[in-house]
Protein backbone atom coordinates (compact mmCIF):
# COMPACT_ATOMS: atom_id res chain seq x y z
CA UNK A 1 0.00 0.00 0.00
CA UNK A 2 1.18 3.61 -0.78
CA UNK A 3 -0.01 6.67 -0.04
CA UNK A 4 1.36 10.09 -1.20
CA UNK A 5 0.11 13.25 0.29
CA UNK A 6 0.16 16.59 -1.11
CA UNK A 7 -1.24 20.01 -0.87
CA UNK A 8 0.31 21.93 1.67
CA UNK A 9 2.39 25.29 1.63
CA UNK A 10 2.74 28.36 3.32
CA UNK A 11 -0.90 30.40 4.04
CA UNK A 12 -2.26 33.25 5.71
CA UNK A 13 -4.25 33.17 8.57
CA UNK A 14 -8.40 32.65 7.71
CA UNK A 15 -7.20 31.20 4.37
CA UNK A 16 -8.48 27.62 2.84
CA UNK A 17 -6.28 24.82 1.94
CA UNK A 18 -7.55 21.14 0.36
CA UNK A 19 -4.73 18.59 0.91
CA UNK A 20 -4.92 15.09 -1.00
CA UNK A 21 -4.09 11.90 -0.44
CA UNK A 22 -3.88 9.01 -3.09
CA UNK A 23 -4.00 5.64 -2.03
CA UNK A 24 -3.14 2.93 -3.88
CA UNK A 25 -5.37 0.78 -1.27
CA UNK A 26 -9.28 0.73 -0.68
CA UNK A 27 -9.13 0.44 3.28
CA UNK A 28 -9.89 3.97 5.38
CA UNK A 29 -7.58 6.53 5.07
CA UNK A 30 -6.78 8.98 8.04
CA UNK A 31 -5.18 12.27 8.31
CA UNK A 32 -2.73 13.05 11.05
CA UNK A 33 -1.08 15.78 11.90
CA UNK A 34 2.16 16.55 14.16
CA UNK A 35 3.40 20.16 14.88
CA UNK A 36 6.75 20.80 15.69
CA UNK A 37 8.02 19.36 19.28
CA UNK A 38 4.63 17.80 20.14
CA UNK A 39 3.40 13.53 19.35
CA UNK A 40 1.35 13.25 16.10
CA UNK A 41 -2.42 14.37 16.02
CA UNK A 42 -5.17 12.18 15.12
CA UNK A 43 -6.94 14.49 12.88
CA UNK A 44 -10.26 12.60 10.63
CA UNK A 45 -10.93 9.25 9.08
CA UNK A 46 -13.98 7.17 8.28
CA UNK A 47 -14.90 4.50 9.91
CA UNK A 48 -14.88 0.53 7.85
CA UNK A 49 -17.56 0.90 5.74
CA UNK A 50 -16.87 4.47 4.52
CA UNK A 51 -20.05 5.90 5.60
CA UNK A 52 -19.43 7.66 8.94
CA UNK A 53 -16.57 10.62 9.16
CA UNK A 54 -14.70 11.07 12.36
CA UNK A 55 -13.09 14.11 13.41
CA UNK A 56 -10.84 15.20 16.06
CA UNK A 57 -12.78 17.73 18.86
CA UNK A 58 -10.04 20.55 18.07
CA UNK A 59 -10.96 20.46 14.37
CA UNK A 60 -14.69 20.00 14.05
CA UNK A 61 -16.35 22.69 11.90
CA UNK A 62 -13.43 23.54 10.35
CA UNK A 63 -11.79 20.46 8.26
CA UNK A 64 -14.01 18.57 6.49
CA UNK A 65 -12.45 14.38 5.09
CA UNK A 66 -13.74 13.09 1.35
CA UNK A 67 -13.06 10.90 -0.45
CA UNK A 68 -13.04 10.38 -4.49
CA UNK A 69 -13.17 6.15 -5.29
CA UNK A 70 -12.88 7.18 -8.97
CA UNK A 71 -9.74 8.34 -8.04
CA UNK A 72 -8.43 6.47 -4.79
CA UNK A 73 -8.00 10.22 -3.76
CA UNK A 74 -9.34 11.03 -0.51
CA UNK A 75 -9.00 15.00 0.52
CA UNK A 76 -9.10 17.06 3.92
CA UNK A 77 -10.59 20.55 3.28
CA UNK A 78 -9.38 23.04 5.89
CA UNK A 79 -11.55 26.51 6.16
CA UNK A 80 -10.42 29.52 8.30
CA UNK A 81 -6.70 28.22 8.82
CA UNK A 82 -5.16 29.33 12.04
CA UNK A 83 -1.51 29.37 12.95
CA UNK A 84 -2.02 26.41 15.57
CA UNK A 85 -3.03 24.69 12.34
CA UNK A 86 1.00 24.66 11.49
CA UNK A 87 2.17 21.35 11.35
CA UNK A 88 3.13 18.10 9.13
CA UNK A 89 -0.03 16.33 7.72
CA UNK A 90 -0.06 12.91 6.98
CA UNK A 91 -2.35 10.19 5.89
CA UNK A 92 -2.39 7.00 6.97
CA UNK A 93 -4.58 3.73 6.19
CA UNK A 94 -5.23 0.57 8.38
CA UNK A 95 -5.46 -3.31 7.13
CA UNK A 96 -8.29 -4.03 9.79
CA UNK A 97 -11.84 -2.86 11.83
CA UNK A 98 -10.68 -0.99 15.04
CA UNK A 99 -12.55 1.43 17.75
CA UNK A 100 -9.69 3.16 17.95
CA UNK A 101 -9.56 4.74 14.57
CA UNK A 102 -7.46 7.95 17.02
CA UNK A 103 -4.46 6.43 17.68
CA UNK A 104 -1.87 6.08 15.49
CA UNK A 105 -0.83 2.63 16.08
CA UNK A 106 -3.77 1.88 14.40
CA UNK A 107 -2.24 2.45 11.08
CA UNK A 108 -0.39 0.08 8.88
CA UNK A 109 0.83 2.16 6.40
CA UNK A 110 1.58 6.06 6.19
CA UNK A 111 2.60 9.04 3.43
CA UNK A 112 5.54 11.04 3.52
CA UNK A 113 3.23 14.01 5.02
CA UNK A 114 3.13 17.42 3.67
CA UNK A 115 3.89 20.46 5.29
CA UNK A 116 1.09 23.19 6.41
CA UNK A 117 2.77 26.58 7.42
CA UNK A 118 0.31 29.15 8.40
CA UNK A 119 1.10 32.65 8.96
CA UNK A 120 -0.65 35.16 11.37
Known amino acids: VQLQASGGGLVQAGDSLRLSCAAS????VAWFRQAPGKEREFVAT????????YYADSVKGRFTISRDNAKNTVYLEIRNLKPEDTAVYYC??????????????????WGQGTQVTVSS
Open 92 to 109: ATRSRPTLRVQAPSAYDY
Open 25 to 28: GRTP
Open 46 to 53: FNWDGDIT
